[in-house]
C-alpha cells in the first residue's frame, strides 16, 4: 500500500474540432500514473498531452479549509488524510467523520464540463457534494470554510449526489446546459455546501470513499465570427459605388 502525495492524475482527453467534443474516460491507475511519482503524469492524445493537477483538503466543523495529504491505494484508488488522523482504514478514505474532505482538481487552461466520478472503494455509504470555481484566480480555499463557500466569488455549488457504489460511476452535469470549469471540488458529502436539508439517501458524517477516476467533456471555444468587413473590403465596395454612380451619369447624359 502506498500512501504517498500524488500531486496529479491522468486527464484522457479527446478533443475534435471546434464547439464541444466529448471526453473520453479519465483515469488513473498504475499503469497511466506512477503513485510514487511527486509530479503526477499525463496522457498523450495524437501529440498533446493533458494533465489534471490535484490537491487533498480538510474542514473541520465551523472552520477554514487547510491542506491535507492524498495517499493511494493499490486497488481502491486515492484517499485524504487530515492532520491528526490515523492512516488505518477507513480514516485515510476520503470522508467526512468529523472533517469533511475533499479533493481540488485543476484541469489548467482547460475547460471541463466533469460529468463522471468513479470511486473504487467505499465504507459503507458514500456520498459526495461537487463545486466548480470560475474565478479569474486561482482559489484560495484556505480563506473559506465549508458553510461560505458557495457564497465566495467564483464558487458554485453544482450538486449533492447519494450512495456511490465502486461498480457504478456517478453520471451527471450533461446536457448543452452543463456547468464548465477549470477547477472542480469533488467532496464527501455535507449539507453546508448548499445550506440544504439533506435530501433522500444523504447524511452527513458517515461517508468514506476513495476517488479512482473521473470523466468529462471539454469544450473548444469557438471564437466569435466577426461580421464586420475588413478595411479593404470597405474599400472595394467604395470603388464598386463609384463605378456605379459614373455608370449612371454617362446614361443619363445621353
Not at 460529468?115 to 457534494?129: F, L, R, T
Not at 450538486?159 to 456511490?164: E, F, H, M, P, Q
Amino acid at each position: 500500500m502506498n500512501t504517498k502525495a500524488v500531486a496529479a492524475f491522468a486527464a484522457l482527453l479527446a478533443i475534435a474540432g471546434h464547439g464541444a467534443a466529448q471526453a473520453g474516460q479519465i483515469t488513473f491507475n498504475e499503469s497511466t500514473c506512477q503513485p510514487t511519482s511527486a509530479t503526477g503524469c499525463s496522457v498523450k492524445v495524437g501529440s498533446v498531452s493533458y494533465t489534471a493537477n490535484l490537491s487533498g483538503w480538510s474542514a473541520a466543523p465551523n472552520g477554514n479549509f487547510g491542506s491535507a495529504s492524498i495517499g493511494y491505494y493499490g486497488g481502491g484508488g486515492l484517499g485524504i488524510t487530515s492532520k491528526g488522523e490515523t492512516l488505518a482504514s477507513p480514516q485515510h478514505a476520503a470522508d467526512n467523520s468529523g472533517s469533511t474532505e475533499a479533493f481540488l482538481i485543476n484541469f489548467g487552461t482547460l475547460s471541463l464540463a466533469l460529468n463522471q466520478v468513479s470511486i473504487g472503494w467505499s465504507g459503507g455509504d458514500a456520498d459526495i457534494s461537487i463545486l466548480r470555481y470560475t474565478g479569474a484566480n486561482a482559489p484560495l480555499l484556505g480563506n473559506s470554510t465549508v458553510a461560505n463557500l458557495d457564497a465566495a466569488a467564483g464558487w458554485e455549488w453544482v450538486g449533492d449526489y447519494a450512495s456511490l457504489k465502486p461498480s457504478s460511476p456517478l453520471n451527471f452535469n450533461t446536457g448543452n446546459d452543463a456547468k464548465t470549469a477549470s477547477w472542480w471540488l469533488v467532496s464527501a458529502y455535507n449539507s453546508g455546501y448548499s445550506g440544504k436539508s439533506p435530501g433522500p439517501g444523504l447524511s452527513n458524517g458517515d461517508d468514506y470513499f476513495k476517488l479512482s477516476g473521473i470523466g468529462g467533456m471539454v469544450v473548444d471555444k469557438v471564437p466569435p465570427r466577426n461580421d464586420v468587413p475588413e478595411p479593404g473590403s470597405f474599400a472595394l465596395f467604395g470603388i464598386a459605388m463609384l463605378g456605379f454612380a459614373v455608370v449612371r451619369a454617362k446614361t443619363k447624359a445621353k
